[in-house]
Every structure is written in structure tokens, then in C-alpha cells.
């Protein structure tokens, strides 16, 4: 053999594993091979948790461990007065309230009851009066209470504290919204990713579902609200308001998914748990939150459906228009990004049909870790029960004579001409699979002795496709 020959020989492998390169340096060996796998196991594993983690760390802790006036509207009757209580709680609170002035007492009681302000304060001659709202949460008006009393003694005055809008009594700490509000929220969440599963609905049929399903918590949790003497009997308006919530965050993440694909689980969570609820008014109503965390209030579902359900309920319906508005906002942009998709979809297939090389093929979504993962499967071919995968592809292998193929091979393959999935026909020639991504597939069927047959089919969203063979020549006998 030649020099030129010998040196265009590939490195042979070893019985040891490693390889001997023609430079004499060896390949990686196993061990490091072994380490690197483990490593690339461990990172996929655990960035879902440590991101999780990190966001509890970084939004609890610094959003509620030590609420605090920031930028808290009140209103103090009288021009004369406003200055001098300015400086008084400036002094205490540095950026804690922006005051404004009230022409009088009614002025000051008003703009509480009209949300403009969260409290009013009127200096008296002898005694001064402060007005609050208990259904702002009652960690707000403790420390109003405690501010303004301070206020007060410096001018010798007692405090007379009014509550103008009450919660009901068994909400004592006028924060009974906020867990309703969160048991409207987070099943919506876990509504789209449970969707993401059901491989026979289209998305009318799913945007259907959530619908029904909104509708149905938020007439079931008013009622128990009732029942429970949580919620006043006589605002039914507040089912509205969580049926807007359950489906604005349903249709937001279920727009959301074939975007985020893999990142989808962090995504939803990091949106809808991790920054929603300490942000939501529960603990620390918006008022005493940091700024960041403030911002964060004003554009968040459940935030605003907590704003809107106080204003329905105990304000009557004073600043529910925003809050509204913005749910609504949120259910535009989660049909936006649907139809967004769709689009897409409908574009990648009829380049794909076109024979169009493509590097931009939309993967299945990935849904929630916690949940069953949609991935190509072949089934059993039988009556399907309840809660059972249903077939998104179904078909049946014959031969010439009209006789069932048994074993034969039935491999499904994507665009790209990826495998997905791989079965073999029962003793009626049949086969089926699901967890199939939309687009056109390649379906081949093999048999032993028989030359193989191909279809290309297109499947959409929400509809079951049927590929029936019929397989020509003999089987080779043993």
C-alpha cells in the first residue's frame, strides 16, 4: 500500500474505545465522553428548577419582606393644610405619598371612594379625621393608620380613622380576593398546557374549551365565595370579571406555547406564579410594593383582576374600566399569537408541500414537565376509552387480494424526512399512532418480500388521518 493511501486512511477503532489518529493524538476518551453526557443530562434537568428558584428568591423576598409606602396617592382637605402634611410625611417616608389637595371633607371622602386617592385626611381644629378603605387590604390601612396618627400627635390631635368601604367579616384581612383571584388564574395555566395534549381539537375547538371552562370556574367560585361568606351575595359582576381572568391567561399561554416551545413550563410559571402573585395586592397591596413590582402590578392578569373585582365589589364599579380593559387586552394578544401560528403552520405546509427546503420547522410545542409530554407513539389498535390517547393516524395494510398484512412496518416520518415514529401492523393489518406534529408526513410501509409503498399526508390540528396500503408480490416463506 501507498503512502498517499496509508496517510487517507481514517483512524481505526480501538478494543480500548479510544482511537489512533494520524497525527498519533487519541480521540476523547470514553470516560470523558461519559462526563460530558452526564453533565449535558444534569443542565437540561435542573435549569427548569434553579430558574424557578432563582425567581422566588429574586420576587418574593424583594417584593414583600418589608412593605412600604411607595408613591402612595392621598389627598389632604384643604390648600392650606397640604403643604405642612407633605412635609410631615416626607419626613417619615421619604417618597412614601404624593399629595394633592381637597377643596374640603367631602372632597377628601370622595376621592377615596372614587379610587383616586387611598386615603383622605382632614385636619380639624381640635381632632382630625382619616379616611380609608379596608377593602384596599388591611395592611394598607395599618400603616395609614399608623402614619397619619403620628401626623396628627404632632398637632396634639387625635385620630378618628373612617372606613369607607368595608370587606365582608369573614374577610377580616381584605385580602380574600387575591386567593380567589389565584384560584381563577393558575388553573387557567395549567388549562392551556392540558390543551397542548388534546392532539383531536382544533383551535376553535380549544379556544371553545377554555371559554366553557372559564365560565364554569367563575360561576363555581362566586358561589362558593357566597356560600362561604367570603364574597357579597349582590355583585354577580365579579364572574365576569373571572371569567375574563381564567381566559386571558388560558388564551395568552396557549398562544404563548408554539413560541416558547421548550421554554414554554418557565415561561408560563415565571409569568402567571412567579411574578403574578407577589405582585397581585394580596400581601402587599400596590401601594406599598417597591416601584419595579408596581409596574409589574398595572399590566399583570391577576393584578388587574384583583383591582377590578375591589372596584366591583366594594367601590361601586370605580376603576373596574382600566383593569378590564387590560384583561381584555391580554385574551387580544393570546388570539393574536393563536392566528399568528396558524399562519405559520399554513405557510410551512405549503412550502413543504412545494418541495421547498426549509430550516425553520416548527417543532411540537413542549409543554409543562409536570405534565404528560405529547411525543409520537405508536397505539394499540382497539376501541379507545376515556382518558385514553386517541389516534391522530390510523390505517390498515392489505395485500393484492384484499388480505391483512401482519407485521408489516409502518415508519412515519416528518418534512425533513426526521423519523418519528415506527409500528407494526396486528394480525388485521392495522395500525395507528398519535403525537404526531402538524404538517405533511411520510408514511412507508415495509414487508418482508414485498417492495415498500409510500403516502404523503397532510395533517392538521384536531382531525384523524387515514393512510390505508395495499402491498404488491409475495412474502418470502421460511
Known sequence: MSGTDTDSLEAAPR?????????????????????????????????????????????FAPALHAPQPHHAKVVVAGPAAEHRIEA???????????????????????????????????????????????ANGMSLETVLTNTFT???????????????????????????LVYFGIAWSIPGYILATTLLRAVTLNRRKKLLTIAGAA???SITGFLVG?????????????????????????????GLAPFARQFFPAVGMGLFIVLSIPTSGGVAPAALLPPFFQH?????????????????????????????????????????LLSLDAWLRNRAAVRDADGVARADVEEPP?????????????????????????PMLTGTVRDPEGLPV?????????????????????????????????????IVVTSTGRPPAVQRQLLRSGEVVRADFAVHGLPVRP
Open 406 to 442: 401482519h407485521g408489516a412496518v409502518l415508519t412515519v416520518m416528518d418534512g425533513r424526512g426526521r423519523q418519528l415514529v415506527s409500528t407494526l401492523t396486528n394480525k388485521r393489518g392495522e395500525y395507528a399512532a398519535t403525537g404526531l406534529p402538524e404538517g405533511h408526513l411520510t
Open 150 to 176: 403620628s401626623v396628627a400627635a404632632k398637632n396634639h390631635h387625635p385620630l378618628t380613622v373612617r372606613d369607607l368601604a368595608p370587606t365582608t367579616p369573614k374577610d377580616a384581612m381584605g385580602s380574600t
Open 15 to 59: 478494543s480500548d474505545g479510544a482511537t489512533d489518529a494520524k497525527d498519533g493524538r487519541s480521540a476523547t476518551p470514553p470516560n470523558a465522553r461519559e462526563r460530558t453526557a452526564t453533565a449535558g443530562i444534569l443542565v437540561e434537568t435542573l435549569w427548569f428548577p434553579a430558574v424557578l428558584f432563582l425567581g422566588f428568591l429574586f420576587c
Open 88 to 134: 410631615a410625611l416626607q419626613r417619615q417616608h421619604p417618597d412614601g405619598f404624593d399629595v394633592t389637595a381637597a377643596a374640603d371633607d367631602r372632597a377628601a371622602r370622595q376621592a377615596v371612594l372614587n379610587r383616586d386617592a387611598v386615603a383622605g385626611f382632614v385636619a380639624g381644629r381640635t381632632h382630625s379625621v382619616l379616611y380609608v378603605a379596608k
Open 215 to 217: 365560565a364554569l370556574f
Open 226 to 254: 357566597v356560600g362561604l361568606g367570603y364574597l357579597p351575595a349582590d355583585r354577580p359582576e365579579a364572574m365576569a370579571i373571572a371569567f375574563l381572568l381564567t381566559t386571558a391567561v388560558a388564551t395568552f399561554a396557549s
Open 296 to 336: 409589574v402590578n398595572t399590566v399583570m392578569p391577576l393584578a388587574n383582576a384583583v383591582d377590578a373585582l375591589r372596584g366591583a365589589l366594594y367601590f361601586h364599579g370605580a376603576g373596574v374600566v382600566k383593569p378590564v380593559l387590560t384583561l381584555c387586552a391580554w385574551i387580544v394578544t393570546g388570539v393574536a
Open 366 to 390: 413542549v409543554e409543562d414537565p409536570a405534565l404528560e409530554t405529547p411525543v409520537p407513539n405508536a397505539l394499540p389498535v382497539h376501541r379507545h376509552h376515556f382518558g385514553e390517547p386517541v
